[in-house]
């Protein structure tokens, strides 16, 4: 590969249609720092997070009025069935009814605009590095009360952080709903709080508790990693620190009252009354009581500028930059920069435009499906997909967005994404793709534009062999060069 066309497709997120290719391939790199934009047009329209967890709300409020209704109503049903009743609801088909609503509209408009923002961007190679960050602290739309709110979450606590500091993004993260319902942060309640003592006195059959998902997936994934010298104490204190922490608004019965978060719905909120009191102490260090939300704050600050946070973010960006089995002499220039600038993100990226292990001729990586996908739409010069369209098409190659199946993300690696049956589901779409343009797309021209001075003599001599310009443009889709980046 030459060097314009590793910028173009390892850093960046394909060579577009048109698109002159870069004269100097890190200079052009490093000044799409300025060009980036965090709220680009195609996200400008897309519902607020308010707005979405309204409509949560309004449907967890439904559910518990159901719920009461058929506890209340099933004796006397039992022993005088009214036929005149108004047939009540099944909360299942409630909840497939919400989803629905959520996962088609909020949901798919979310996957469009962020396809429309990769597609459009003057900054591909920022746009790459949200798409990274956001896989990192991954939540998953699976997840009924999450699905309407995985794209807020990129958006509003990614996207602004991508260029600044790893502790602002960090809090901003696990402060956001999408990552506190996922992880259910939102109902973790000390169990000598003020409301942990009140439910148990009043109810004390309820399992109503501390939960440590948050604390021990931050611990394990978003900074240290694991096995990095914390132990199941740790995870229980920060569980213990982390009380409190939850989305305002999503209820409005006893619980909430008492939790004290009536606030504007979809907010983050500290509720007083959840949090465990006492003095934390994790990985050796206290954290006082009186901080209140800054105990958490506090511990997500350190953890932010720990020397086990610096290697494992930099093993993470090597192994996406520079090959599945990063250089250890890449991360380790990553993890200094980490500690000397305490984090500082455009530092970490300025280390790998200058890192000769990042420019090697030779192929690093396998395209993902969602990369694949995007730089196929990005050769065939589209601007604008169907939201449906995008969704679809990744969904079949194995890849569906923000549904990664656990915390830990998607994998990063060729062997997760390289087997056959993949490999055959990409020759499918890209003749699709193909058959789209009507034969009006010349491959041979088109392959030289999005891989200059790198076209292999054999997928050029494939190409010129083509029965069809579409054919020739299929073999183009699926050519090594454009499976590797």
């Known amino acids: 590969m030459s060097d314009v066309s590793i910028a173009l497709n390892r850093f960046g997120l394909g060579g577009r249609a048109g698109d002159a290719p870069p004269q100097a391939p890190k200079r052009w790199l ?44 099933a004796p006397e049903t039992m022993a005088d069935p009214d036929p005149d009743a108004a047939p009540m609801r099944d909360p299942a088909q409630q909840a497939r009814a919400f989803a629905r609503r959520q996962g088609r509209e909020v949901y798919s408009a979310a996957v469009g605009a962020r396809a429309a923002a990769a597609l459009d961007t003057p900054a591909p190679f920022v746009e790459r590095l949200v798409h990274f960050w956001a896989n990192h602290f991954a939540v998953s739309a699976d997840k009924l009360t999450v699905t309407g709110l995985v794209g807020a979450f990129e958006f509003d606590a990614i996207r602004p952080h991508v260029l600044g500091r790893f502790a602002d993004m960090l809090q901003a993260v696990e402060r956001h709903p999408a990552m506190l319902l996922y992880l259910d942060q939102a109902q973790s309640v000390g169990p000598d709080s003020v409301a942990g003592k009140l439910v148990r006195r009043r109810r004390p059959d309820r399992a109503l508790g501390l939960n440590e998902n948050l604390a021990r997936e931050i611990l ?26 939850t989305v305002a608004g999503l209820g409005n019965g006893p619980g909430a009252r008492l939790a004290g ?28 009581q009186e901080a209140g939300e800054g105990q958490a704050a506090a511990v997500l600050d ?39 600038t305490g984090g500082d993100l455009p530092s970490l990226y300025r280390v790998l435009v200058e890192a000769p292990e990042c420019w090697v001729a030779a192929p690093v990586k396998f395209r ?16 604008e997909v169907p939201t449906q369209g995008v969704t679809n098409l990744v969904n079949q190659l194995g890849q569906p967005i923000w549904r990664p199946g656990s915390p830990a993300g998607y994998d990063d690696i060729a ?59 299929a073999l183009l889709l699926v050519a090594p060069e454009f499976l590797r980046r």
Do not use: C
């Open 415 to 473: 062997a997760s994404w390289a087997g056959p049956d993949a490999l055959m589901r990409r020759v499918e779409a890209a003749e699709r793709m193909a058959q789209r343009t009507r034969n009006l797309v010349d491959a041979r021209a088109r392959a030289a534009e999005l891989f200059p001075d790198a076209l292999s003599e054999g997928t050029a001599q494939a190409i010129a062999r083509a029965e069809s310009p579409g054919q020739g443009l």
């Open 30 to 73: 490093l000044d799409q720092f300025g060009a980036f934009e965090a709220r680009p047009v195609a996200l400008a329209q897309l519902p607020s997070t308010a707005a979405i967890a309204a409509d949560l709300a309004h449907y967890l409020t439904d559910v518990r009025m159901q719920r009461r209704e058929m506890r209340r109503a």
């Open 368 to 383: 993902t499906p969602w990369e694949w996908s995007l730089a196929a739409f990005r050769a065939l010069g589209t601007r």
């Open 261 to 288: 978060v009536g606030d504007a719905p979809g907010s983050f909120v500290f509720a007083e009354r959840l949090h465990e009191p006492g003095t934390r102490t994790i990985l050796g260090r206290a954290y006082a």
């Open 302 to 340: 350190s953890l932010a500028l720990h020397p086990a946070t610096a290697r494992h973010v930099a093993t993470k960006l090597a192994r996406h930059f520079a090959g599945d089995e990063p250089p250890a002499s890449l991360v380790a220039k990553l993890e200094a920069a980490f500690l000397r």
């Open 220 to 245: 394990e994934l978003h900074t240290l990693g694991v096995r990095t010298g914390y132990d199941q104490n740790d995870v229980t204190e920060f569980a213990r620190a982390l009380t409190g922490w």
